[in-house]
Every structure is written in structure tokens, then in C-alpha cells.
């Protein structure tokens, strides 16, 4: 099953009553029951629809998680929290919860933190073979490579990649900061958005280290953030939060090419 991570604007306007910061769709246990999990500043929350009412089961404490994801066995869910500070030193973490089949009850396996100076990460990736994280780091500008164990215990970070670069908008942009992160359907290659630095990185993985093979320069200051993949693998979206814009990349998986093909709804860059 593939399971999507949506953003707080886009879930408010779907969902009303219920707030959060990031949230996984209802999807149905091995009870038939339907299933959420919800980020809020603060918790995960756990709802469950039964008769057509939602009502909130569960919530565990968790400091501002800003991304959630779901393996796709079902079995464990895993969220980055977005934080500048974890065990009195500069960094964020990441957690790792363990789903119960019958009412989807999360329990906490690990929580880890990240290399120093990954401050306030921002979104993470799991791998399609279930082996490894990555994690976009917002504000230290890195990119955090983490081992995962088949019981879905989290390792100490790998691999951290620095990035550096800026662009035009001298509030936002002074500095390099990675938004988001997407595995090919393959899990041969990842992609990324640098906000701070308006473009698209490509990397190649091997054996659960990754390697830059391109960078793609989006539009100066427009920001680029949201990434999604179609199931084929041979376009990549990215929504860029500055300008309004939306641009469509094809990717080549045999010459590593990523490519933009179409950009619409151009707007101002704040």
C-alpha cells in the first residue's frame, strides 16, 4: 500500500474538527476498521472511523513531528521532529512506532537523535526496501542517512551530507535549506528540494549510502518544496511555496537525467 504525507492546509481542508501538522489517510486495519494518525505541535494522535464518526483513540507525545510515514507492511510507522534541541545538544530526531494490528495503537521502539547541527529537520523518506531513512534537515542544511532494523528500530545516523548555497531572497534563501525528500519507485535513486538554494538534487543509492548525481536549478526565489512521484517513476512534481508555481520533471533512469518538462501557475515570490 502506498500512503502519502500530507500538509496541514491540505488536511484542514478535508478534514474540519481535526488539526495537525501532518497526517497519513485513513486506511483500513486487519479489523476492517479505518485508521489516521495525526501530527499536532505537541502529540500523535490516533483516530479511528467507525459508523461513519471519527473519534480520537490514542495520543502519544511527540515534540512537533512534521512528517509521518508508514512502511508498507503496515507494521511500523515512523515521524521526524521538527526541533533545534534533543538531549541538551543541537539537533532533531527521528521516532519509530510500532502499529498494533488489531486497533492501530502506536508503541514507541526508538527515538534517535540526529548528527549535530540537523536542526529542525523537516520531512523524511523512507526507503522501498525498508532498510533505511533519509531526512530532509531544514535548518542545518543536511541530509541524514539512517540504517533501520526489521523490527523497525532506528539506527544512529550513517551518513550526513552538508549542503551549502543560497539565492535570491535574502530572509529565506541566505542559506541552504533541504525541504523534502522522495525515493524513486525503484528505490535505485532520491530526490530532493533545497529551498534555500532553488533546485532539485538527484542522488543514487547504493547500498544505503547516497550519492549527488545532479542538480537541477528551479526558478530563483521561487522555493522549491512539496515533492510527489508518479508510480512509474518517470515524472517527478515539485510545488515551489515561494512563487505558487508547480513544475513537472522527467526522469531518465538510465542516463540519471532529471529534466523539467512543464512549469505552470507562476506566481510572485514572497
Given amino acids: ?8 492546509r491540505a488536511f484542514l481542508g478535508g ?19 479505518l485508521i489516521e494518525y495525526v501530527a499536532t505541535a505537541e502529540s500523535i494522535d490516533v483516530y479511528r472511523r467507525d459508523a461513519g464518526q471519527t473519534r480520537k483513540v490514542q495520543s502519544l507525545p511527540s515534540q512537533h513531528p512534521s512528517s509521518l510515514t508508514l512502511d508498507s507492511s503496515g507494521r511500523y510507522l515512523f515521524a521526524v521532529n521538527e526541533i533545534d534541541d534533543f538531549q541538551s545538544l543541537p539537533t532533531g530526531c527521528v521516532e ?32 522501498p526496501d525498508r532498510r533505511f531513512l533519509v531526512v530532509a ?24 551530507i552538508k549542503e551549502i548555497g543560497c539565492s535570491v531572497n535574502p530572509h529565506r534563501q541566505s542559506t541552504a535549506h533541504p525541504h523534502s525528500v522522495v525515493f524513486h519507485p525503484s528505490g535505485n535513486f532520491l530526490f530532493s528540494s533545497d529551498q534555500g ?74
Avoid: K
Fill in 197 to 270: 538554494a532553488d533546485r532539485i538534487s538527484v542522488f543514487r543509492i547504493d547500498d544505503g549510502q547516497i550519492t549527488c548525481v545532479q542538480r537541477v536549478a528551479a526558478v530563483p526565489g521561487s522555493g522549491p518544496a512539496a515533492l510527489t512521484i508518479e508510480s512509474s517513476g518517470s515524472h517527478l512534481w515539485v510545488q515551489h511555496e515561494f512563487s505558487g508555481a508547480t513544475s513537472r520533471y522527467r526522469f531518465d533512469a538510465t542516463s540519471e537525467l532529471l529534466t523539467v518538462s512543464e512549469v505552470s501557475g507562476h506566481g510572485t515570490a514572497n
Fill in 137 to 160: 534537515v531544514y535548518g542545518g542544511g543536511l541530509y541524514n542517512v539512517l540504517p533501520v532494523s526489521s523490527n523497525g528500530e532506528i539506527g544512529r545516523v550513517s551518513q550526513a
Fill in 96 to 127: 519509530s512506532y510500532r502499529v498494533e494490528p488489531v486497533d492501530g495503537h502506536l508503541g514507541l521502539i526508538s527515538r534517535v537523535p540526529l548528527s549535530l547541527s540537523a536542526t529542525m529537520p523537516r520531512q523524511l523518506a523512507l526507503a
Fill in 1 to 8: 500500500m502506498r500512503v502519502a504525507c500530507f500538509s496541514r
Fill in 15 to 33: 478534514a474540519g474538527a481535526i488539526s495537525g501538522a501532518a497526517l497519513l489517510p485513513m486506511r483500513a486495519n486487519e479489523s476492517g476498521r
